[in-house]
């Protein structure tokens, strides 16, 4: 265990970036390093430098707020994210309200990805200077949980109150090998398609609830592709095309493998598989497309970045499967596009299969070192379990949060004074109700960070960019893999 440990410590930051170079800004399938300061809505710009002696020698200004009761029982929490430091003063001030008995004061501090996760795995490691909660990004939580509970406190307890409305495949993502609950998440991230209804309706001389409803017939991918040819052939441009492929991501091969059921990483007990069957059929029908000008590669890799973003202005693709936390892409980075876009369930290979899978994400753990253990867990999973929690969540960070109690509730879900409500033509959680029984898990584990370094620096390449055949590119992938398990 020792050995593994210090091999991790000595890789965080090489993994990061590479996990930050396969999703980038998006939390995508990766788990990367950028995906939770963007997927979360927010920006890690907080650090500064300033002149601290007389060679003018620069240091980051490490972002720390403390909110609540001084005379509470203290609470140390680190995070990567400021907006989610402030998630937490936010719910620390309800909490002493709703418990003046048990009144908490809470420091966040805000430390750059990379430096926080390798703080808290020394930590962890060296048996003291851990905070008593701390987030940890989905695709650093195999690193962490590594040590379960004589590193982490199991949340099972603290979080039963809310399990029998909570999303038990985001709750699955943040379980151990031993089967209990290590993290609290903050959203569902699940996969959805978005559709540019406005310039779709001009190409084809259609009206926007014709569109719509053509969409909505949507069921397959078979479905998907003939629905786009129509559009590609009414617009007949250069340079336009219905959707774009990822070649520094692997959100496609996601949802293939939940549709399908399967899972590369082969799970906790498992082998990584890469040549799945899910994932053949995938790729062979990306490359068809290319082929035949239904789609491009999208520039820079995928569209979470500012040449997609720009890409997307441009109106070169009109559709797209992402998950829901991308909204905050679009008020963010296009507010432009306010009332052109329409968001729809993920088409399937063949019906009757589930057509989401769970993307992205932060789980927030409670670690052995604390002092208030029980306080700690309890408060954490009614920061973000509760409905209280989950308002917040919605209001302030963005996110589809795993409460689903909330989705079907007409206050929350159609408030239209929420932002996301709206931009989109349609209520997005009306999308997210009709699909929570069909949302999958792929898990995260230790050797994700090797199938993902493989898949967005070679292989996606290989087959997207420069026509390999599928089954010798993933057979030159599942090599690599073999080496690493």
């Not at 990766?30 to 963007?38: H, I």
């Not at 069921?219 to 003939?226: F, L, S």
């Not at 420069?466 to 073999?482: I, T």
Request: glycine fraction near 8%; hydrophobic fraction near 40%.
């Amino acid at each position: 265990m020792k050995k593994k440990v210090l091999a991790t410590l000595l890789s965080v930051a090489m993994v990061s970036s590479v996990l930050a170079g396969c999703g980038s800004s998006d939390s995508s399938s990766t788990g990367d390093a950028a995906a939770e300061t963007t997927d979360d809505a927010a920006t890690d710009d907080a650090a500064a430098e300033e002149s601290t002696d007389e060679a003018a020698a620069e240091e980051e200004e490490i972002p720390t707020s403390t909110f609540g009761d001084p005379n509470g029982t203290h609470l140390e929490m680190w995070t990567f994210v400021e907006l989610h430091g402030q998630h937490y003063g936010n719910m620390v001030e309800l909490w002493n309200e709703q418990n003046p008995d048990r009144t908490i004061e809470i420091t966040c501090t805000t430390y750059p990805y990379s430096d926080m996760h390798t703080k808290l795995l020394t930590s962890l490691t060296a048996g003291t200077g851990a905070p008593d909660i701390c987030d940890v990004e989905i695709g650093q939580y195999p690193n962490v949980v590594a040590g379960l509970d004589t590193w982490l406190v199991p949340l099972d307890d603290y979080a039963a109150p809310y399990m029998d409305t909570m999303v038990q495949a985001r709750m699955d993502v943040y379980a151990g090998s031993d089967g209990h609950y290590y993290g609290a998440p903050y959203h569902v991230g699940a996969f959805v398609m978005y559709y540019n209804v406005a310039a779709m309706s001009e190409a084809m001389g259609l009206t926007q609830d014709e569109v719509i409803a053509k969409i909505d017939s949507v069921v397959t991918w078979d479905d998907y592709a003939a629905l786009g040819q129509e559009y590609v052939d009414a617009i007949a441009t250069e340079g336009k095309y219905w959707t774009s492929v990822d070649t520094g991501g692997v959100d496609w091969q996601w949802i293939a493998m939940a549709e399908y059921g399967e899972d590369w990483t082969g799970g906790f007990d498992g082998t990584a598989n890469v040549q799945l069957d899910s994932v053949k059929t995938m790729l062979t029908m990306e490359q068809d497309w290319l082929n035949t000008g239904l789609a491009e590669v999208s520039p820079d890799g995928h569209v979470d970045l500012e040449a997609g973003f720009q890409n997307i202005l441009d109106h070169n693709i009109v559709s797209f499967p992402k998950a829901m936390w991308y909204m905050s892409r679009f008020t963010n980075y296009m507010p432009e596009e306010s009332g052109n876009w329409y968001i729809a369930k993920c088409p399937v290979f063949e019906e009757g299969q589930i057509c989401s899978v769970g993307v992205g994400g932060t789980g927030t753990v409670v670690t052995q070192q604390s002092a208030n253990q029980e306080l700690a867990a309890e408060f954490l999973c009614w920061a973000k379990m509760s409905e209280e929690g989950e308002q917040l969540i919605w209001d302030n960070l963005g996110f589809d949060v795993c409460n689903t109690a909330l989705w079907n509730d007409d206050a929350f879900a159609h408030d239209d004074s929420n932002q996301y409500n709206q931009f989109f033509i349609n209520y997005p959680y009306d999308v997210l109700y009709e699909i929570k029984d069909d949302i999958g898990t792929i898990y995260t584990v230790a050797i994700s960070p090797t199938i993902n370094e493989q898949m967005c620096n070679v292989t996606l390449n290989d087959i997207l960019e420069n026509g390999m055949d599928v089954d010798e590119a993933l057979q030159a992938a599942q090599d690599v893999v073999d080496l690493e398990q």
